[in-house]
């Protein structure tokens, strides 16, 4: 885990390239945020990561399971990944917040309460499917 003083923040905005240029606006003073839009390389970017704020999608939070990345859910969309969300925050593999205000000091305080941290990488791993691929196969050949 690095020091959260030291922090650099690398936001992902896909396709919305009106969101993409505000937030290059709006931090393009500020050498600690990066605003990226497409990119092929998430896993790489998750791979540098010690925290992945995000919606709880399936495939980004498949992502992060593989990845042993925790995460941080923002409730964005509501109801159609609520499953999702409350399946991985009972997992104690994520925490969630429903206010973003509270976001950048619900990231401080995971990054700086190592037990906590620790355990939530902990319960990544346990759910971390290491022969998924095998498990998928071997199930469709049933």
Same mark, same amino acid.
């Given at each position: 885990?690095n020091?959260?003083?030291?922090?650099? !923040?690398r936001?992902?905005?896909?396709?919305?390239?009106?969101?993409?240029?505000?937030?290059q606006?709006?931090?393009?003073?500020?050498?600690?945020?990066?605003?990226?839009?497409?990119?092929?390389?998430?896993?790489? @970017?998750? =791979?540098?990561?010690?925290?992945?704020?995000?919606?709880?999608?399936?495939?980004?939070?498949?992502?992060?399971?593989?990845?042993?990345?925790?995460?941080?859910?923002?409730? !964005?969309?509501?109801?159609?990944?609520?499953?999702?969300?409350?399946?991985?925050?009972?997992?104690?593999?994520?925490?969630?917040?429903? =206010?973003?205000? =509270?976001?950048?000091?619900?990231?401080?305080?995971? @990054?700086?309460?190592?037990?906590?941290?620790?355990? !939530?990488?902990?319960n @990544?791993?346990?759910?971390?499917?290491?022969?998924?691929?095998? !498990?998928?196969?071997e199930?469709?050949?049933?």
């Open positions: 885990m020091d959260v003083k030291d922090g650099h !923040i936001v992902v905005c896909g396709k919305n390239e009106k969101l993409k240029r505000k937030l606006k709006e931090f393009e003073d500020n050498p600690r945020v990066e605003v990226l839009g497409y990119i092929n390389n998430i896993d790489k @970017l998750m =791979d540098e990561a010690d925290v992945f704020i995000t919606k709880p999608g399936g495939i980004s939070t498949t992502e992060a399971v593989n990845k042993i990345l925790p995460m941080l859910f923002i409730n !964005i969309l509501g109801a159609c990944e609520d499953y999702n969300k409350q399946y991985f925050v009972d997992l104690g593999c994520a925490k969630t917040l429903d =206010d973003i205000k =509270d976001l950048s000091k619900e990231c401080y305080n995971l @990054l700086n309460n190592e037990e906590e941290y620790k355990e !939530i990488m902990d @990544l791993k346990g759910l971390k499917k290491y022969n998924s691929a095998k !498990i998928i196969f199930t469709m050949a049933e």
